[in-house]
């Protein structure tokens, strides 16, 4: 029998979703205006925040069933960030208000400066009616 090997780890997601916020973080820095494109692409930083959140569950619930715990605790402080900045991007997209976004952004920006963009990877469906998902939620 031959062994099973898993090709989409927390580590390959997480880097995935962050690659997608990086890339929507520099389209975003070149919107003269808040347009639909540019909600979808707010509210796909969102989703993209909450799947990193999830991401960091599955790795940290790993390292502790093998004993790993200081190792567990430290990655989650590491990411901490990840949830409240997700349930901010939501409120100010959410209840519309749009001139707090920059400011969000801009917060959220050094985050992904490791992450180099030479070329644009993501297409425009990637957030295609992100925004409306994101309403429908609450």
């Known amino acids: 029998m031959s062994r ?25 820095m070149y919107k003269r205006s808040i347009d639909q494109e540019a909600r979808d692409m707010a509210a796909t930083i969102v989703f993209s925040l909450r799947e990193i959140a999830k991401s960091i569950e599955v790795t940290t619930a790993a390292w502790e069933d093998r004993d790993y715990y200081l190792k567990a605790d430290r990655f989650r402080l590491e990411w901490e960030w990840v949830k409240p900045t997700a349930a901010r991007l939501q409120e100010v997209i959410t209840k519309g208000r749009w001139a707090e976004l920059p ?3 801009a917060q959220l ?13 993501r297409t425009p469906d990637t957030w ?11």
Do not use: H
């Open 103 to 105: 400011e969000v952004l």
């Open 109 to 121: 920006a050094p985050k992904f400066a490791d992450i180099s963009i030479a070329k644009m990877t």
């Open 128 to 138: 295609e009616s992100a925004y409306q998902r994101l309403v429908k939620e609450g």
């Open 4 to 28: 099973v090997v898993n090709i989409s780890t927390p580590g390959k997601l997480r880097d995935q979703q962050r690659r997608t916020i990086a890339e929507a973080l520099r389209l975003l």
